[in-house]
Nanobody
């Protein structure tokens, strides 16, 4: 019902910035909560941020990352500033119902992921 494609990952130095994009197709984007998760090698996939009526952030990225929608509401962005090596991971976009929180099982639709690498 919903297809998600992420882009914008890459290699950046500590303290740098990247902007990830999640482009949705299928059902109207406005009816879903959109979240970003990330997974580092050997680690569990963890919640990063979400947007629906409000925005929510993991404590580890609060005040550094910003999630937003474009004017047409077909794309969700994750602006990542003050990047640290511990931010290195594959970042995934996910779509779920409006009441979804930060739990992986609440999100039925996932993108393919985009690699973010932060060098020291």
């Amino acid at each position: 019902q919903v297809q998600l494609v992420e882009s914008g990952g890459g290699l950046v130095q500590t303290g740098g910035s990247l902007r990830l994009a999640c482009i949705a197709s299928g059902r109207t984007f406005i009816t879903y909560s959109i979240a970003w998760f990330r997974q580092a090698p050997g680690k569990e996939r963890e919640f990063v941020a979400s947007i629906s009526r409000n925005t929510y952030y993991a404590d580890s990225v609060k005040d550094r990352f910003t999630i937003s929608r474009d004017g047409g509401k077909s794309t969700v962005y994750l602006q990542m500033n003050s990047l640290k090596p511990e931010d290195t991971a594959v970042y995934y976009c996910a779509a779920g119902p409006q009441g979804a929180t930060g739990l992986r099982y609440e999100y039925a639709y996932w993108g393919q992921g985009t690699q973010v690498t932060v060098s020291s």
